[in-house]
């Protein structure tokens, strides 16, 4: 197997890599990074902290990783320790001391000078600790203790195995997100809730505080100029006139700054918002679209895996990931649908500031289903129903709990984004159970996105599409029977593969749909899908797409971009040509 890396692998700083502030939503001044250099050790499964340490791992990269500096497979018998030494500056003194982590992957205990301060399950979500109480004076101790079974399990985990073949790819053990502490006041802001509404010309603000009382001011920009100044309560409303709407085409951001004022304590916070609205409705014809601002908008979307060569689940740095981005918009598209994984918030924030509309997908979870159900019953459209949950290996109820208790955990945390305009609790039928109860529950509590409850598969007759998946065999419009009134997707499509040498993760075992020799072939054969079965369906009733996908991802070659993000593999023009008749009549 080839080691590919990508143009940023050799210049990532191992000593603090990933060292941007990290959470764009809720910017304080000060706050230390903890990324870097940490020593590491695989044990036995004990509880035994291990004696000896076996090297040193760069965080933020997962153990499995090239980035990582060390490339081992965690296994489920097998436990991960990381140690470091931490000094706390000047600026901390006085406060509290809070220790966040983005992600690990999936379940960890931490210390901090022997002591327990906490533990965290679920591997794709930020988590914090306060650990004040447990500092002492000069240098102190963190030491994280992970356990992942990846595939052996039936925790949320994505497409991670311990062997990766085709569409399986290599497992995310361990810290794979930004670690970082941040000193607060006692009394101190500690979310804001953040929902614009277009029709009422008004955003409301819900703040949560570590302390009751106290005094709330709040600051809204527009570019440079102040439209609002004032006291403000913990739950309230505040009309923004003369609306500049956000949207792909102009992603036009608010500026909001929060001060908490409380028995000597003071608090600024700053964050922005985007005055934006995705909903359902029908176009001029009654033919029922996805909207954007009240207004029907086609969305043309890549299906997006965000895995890197060098960095696993992890991009080697801020650069790589705007890269993507921008690429794709620079193509035409105007939606990227985030795939069975989440990103750090710094990701969520380019697409919010660059315009780049993101369906979310809920991370899949449970035993592997059955090839019967995973592919051979959906392609001749017959959809079987999910509450038969040991068909769809969700037999045991904690199961189901932790993937619902997941999917909320995943949502409140991702909410503040303007660019989020759709969430996907499943992708073809992995661990799917009462799908459309769940689409459901994810509507009523977040109103203010669209959702596509079982994309791809045995859809169930739930909020918000007809979401249908489609490579190899022709695209056609669903009937009205099963479309029920619901717009029609087509969420996963194309998968269109090309081999390069040298750009490629392994040339023997490389997997495509459908395979083609040159660029010229494959951009010709991009351009025939479109024309013939894509682009007259828009007419019809098609509403969105997302194409296969952004960059190759290990041994599977259909991406735009070749895994290492180093060559375009079909030509660029023929894209924006194709993209430029992607919308509604």
């Known amino acids: 197997m080839t080691v590919l890396k990508t143009r940023w692998t050799d210049s990532v700083d191992t000593a603090c890599p990933r060292n941007e502030y990290p959470r764009p939503q809720l910017v304080r001044d000060d706050w230390l990074c903890l990324n870097g250099e940490y020593d590491y050790a695989i044990t036995p499964d004990t509880n035994e902290r291990p004696k000896n340490f076996d090297g040193r791992i760069t965080v933020p990269f997962a153990i499995e990783s090239l980035l990582s500096g060390v490339g081992h497979t965690l296994m489920p018998d097998e436990r991960l320790w990381y140690r470091r030494y931490f000094t706390l500056p000047e600026s901390f003194e006085g406060k509290r001391a809070l220790l966040?982590?983005?992600?690990?992957?999936?379940?960890?205990?931490?210390?901090?000078?022997?002591?327990?301060?906490?533990?965290?399950?679920?591997?794709?979500?930020?988590?914090?600790?306060?650990?004040?109480?447990?500092?002492?004076?000069?240098?102190?101790?963190?030491?994280?203790?992970?356990?992942?079974?990846?595939?052996?399990?039936?925790?949320?985990?994505?497409?991670?195995?311990?062997?990766?073949?085709?569409?399986?790819y290599t497992s995310t053990s361990g810290i794979w997100q930004p670690v970082w502490l941040e000193p607060?006041?006692?009394?101190?802001?500690?979310?804001?809730?953040?929902?614009?509404?277009?029709?009422?010309?008004?955003?409301?603000?819900?703040?949560?505080?570590?302390?009751?009382?106290?005094?709330?001011?709040?600051?809204?920009?527009?570019?440079?100029?102040?439209?609002?100044?004032?006291?403000?309560?913990?739950?309230?409303?505040?009309?923004?006139?003369?609306?500049?709407?956000?949207?792909?085409?102009?992603?036009?951001?608010?500026?909001?700054?929060?001060?908490?004022?409380?028995?000597?304590?003071?608090?600024?916070?700053?964050?922005?918002?985007?005055?934006?609205?995705?909903?359902?409705?029908?176009?001029?014809?009654?033919?029922?679209?996805?909207?954007?601002?009240?207004?029907?908008?086609?969305?043309?979307?890549?299906?997006?895996?965000?895995?890197?060569p060098d960095g696993g689940l992890t991009a080697p740095c801020d650069e790589a990931m705007i890269f993507d981005i921008e690429e794709m918009k620079k193509l035409g598209f105007n939606m990227l649908r985030k795939h069975i994984k989440t990103e750090p918030a710094r990701w969520y924030y380019h697409c919010d500031r660059l315009g780049m509309i993101v369906w979310q997908d809920m991370i899949s979870g449970g035993k592997a289903l059955n090839p019967i159900y995973a592919g051979g019953l959906p392609n001749i459209n017959v959809?079987?129903?999910?509450?038969?949950?040991?068909?769809?290996?969700?037999?045991?109820?904690?199961?189901?709990?932790?993937?619902?208790?997941?999917?909320?955990?995943?949502?409140?945390?991702?909410?503040?984004?303007?660019?989020?305009?759709?969430?996907?609790?499943?992708?073809?039928?992995?661990?799917?159970?009462?799908?459309?109860?769940?689409?459901?529950?994810?509507?009523a509590y977040d109103p203010s996105r669209v959702i596509d409850h079982a994309s791809g598969w045995h859809d169930q007759g739930g909020p918000d599409f007809k979401s249908v998946h489609k490579y190899i065999f022709p695209v056609h419009l669903p009937t009205a029977r099963r479309q029920a009134g619901r717009p029609f997707v087509l969420s996963e499509y194309g998968g269109y593969s090309r081999t390069i040498k040298g750009h490629v993760w392994n040339l023997q075992r490389s997997f495509g749909y459908v395979r083609f020799g040159t660029k010229m072939s494959l951009s010709q054969g991009y351009r025939i899908l479109h024309e013939k079965q894509i682009i007259p369906l828009i007419a019809k009733g098609l509403s969105a797409t997302v194409y296969t996908q952004v960059?190759?991802?290990?041994?599977?070659?259909?991406?735009?971009?070749?895994?290492?993000?180093?060559?375009?593999?079909?030509?660029?023009?023929?894209?924006?040509?194709i993209n430029s008749k992607m919308i509604l009549p």
């Open 383 to 443: 959809h079987v129903k999910d509450n038969q949950y040991k068909m769809f290996n969700r037999d045991l109820p904690e199961w189901r709990e932790q993937f619902k208790e997941e999917l909320f955990e995943v949502i409140d945390w991702l909410y503040n984004f303007t660019c989020i305009g759709c969430w996907v609790p499943f992708n073809e039928g992995w661990g799917q159970f009462d799908a459309k109860e769940i689409g459901e529950k994810v509507k």
């Open 100 to 168: 966040h982590f983005e992600a690990v992957d999936w379940q960890c205990e931490v210390y901090v000078n022997c002591v327990k301060v906490g533990g965290h399950t679920g591997g794709y979500c930020p988590f914090t600790f306060d650990i004040t109480e447990n500092l002492k004076e000069g240098e102190n101790e963190l030491i994280v203790k992970v356990y992942d079974p990846t595939d052996d399990g039936w925790q949320q985990r994505g497409k991670q195995v311990h062997k990766s073949k085709g569409f399986w």
């Open 551 to 577: 960059s190759d991802v290990e041994f599977e070659v259909n991406g735009i971009y070749t895994y290492d993000r180093e060559v375009l593999k079909m030509d660029a023009d023929i894209i924006k040509e």
């Open 184 to 308: 607060v006041d006692l009394s101190h802001i500690e979310n804001i809730k953040i929902t614009p509404d277009i029709d009422k010309s008004s955003v409301a603000l819900k703040v949560e505080t570590s302390e009751k009382g106290g005094k709330l001011t709040a600051k809204i920009l527009k570019e440079d100029t102040e439209i609002f100044s004032g006291e403000i309560s913990r739950d309230c409303e505040i009309p923004i006139n003369d609306l500049r709407l956000w949207s792909p085409e102009d992603p036009f951001l608010y500026d909001l700054e929060i001060t908490l004022e409380n028995d000597g304590d003071t608090d600024t916070v700053k964050s922005y918002f985007g005055m934006r609205k995705f909903s359902i409705g029908k176009d001029m014809t009654g033919i029922p679209r996805i909207m954007l601002n009240n207004a029907p908008y086609f969305q043309r979307g890549l299906l997006d895996q965000g895995y890197w």
